[in-house]
């Protein structure tokens, strides 16, 4: 049995949760893709700047995919299925602090991942 760090679950759950492909590709996807992507990459400054509530309810109406990425985590973290936004309101304080820390960090590693697994039209005409 291996012992992985926090750091290293993290990045393993984003790779697969984090689709592979060429936005190219994909035309049908493209603007869904290119707004998923978006969104993960402004999630870590929305975290920092609203707070991991405000930003997991902009994130369930707005972009349900990257909610439900946040989700899985947390419910996989608790072993059961939980509604999030439910879940964060009954925190204490420090508990919520610590939930957020976490899901920082959550983002970061699906921003870095995003980067790598889905290309951009400009990347992959220079390839």
Do not use: H
Not at 59 to 74: A, P
Not at 75 to 94: A, P, Q
Not at 100 to 120: C, M, N, P, Q, Y
Request: net charge positive.
């Amino acid at each position: 049995m291996s012992i992985k760090s926090t750091e290293q679950e993290i990045a393993s759950f984003c790779f697969k949760e984090i689709p592979s492909s060429n936005k190219t590709q994909l035309a049908d996807n493209n603007d869904k893709l290119s707004k998923f992507k978006s969104d993960i990459r402004r999630l870590p400054a929305m975290i920092t700047n609203n707070g991991l509530l405000a930003t997991m309810t902009f994130y369930k109406k707005n972009n349900d995919k990257v909610y439900n990425i946040i989700n899985k985590w947390f419910s996989n973290k608790s072993g059961r299925d939980i509604d999030l936004i439910k879940y964060l309101t009954n925190l204490t304080y420090e508990e919520l602090l610590f939930k957020t820390s976490e899901a920082l960090k959550l983002a970061d590693w699906l921003k870095r991942i995003v980067e790598v697994k889905i290309k951009d039209d400009k990347t992959t005409q220079e390839e």
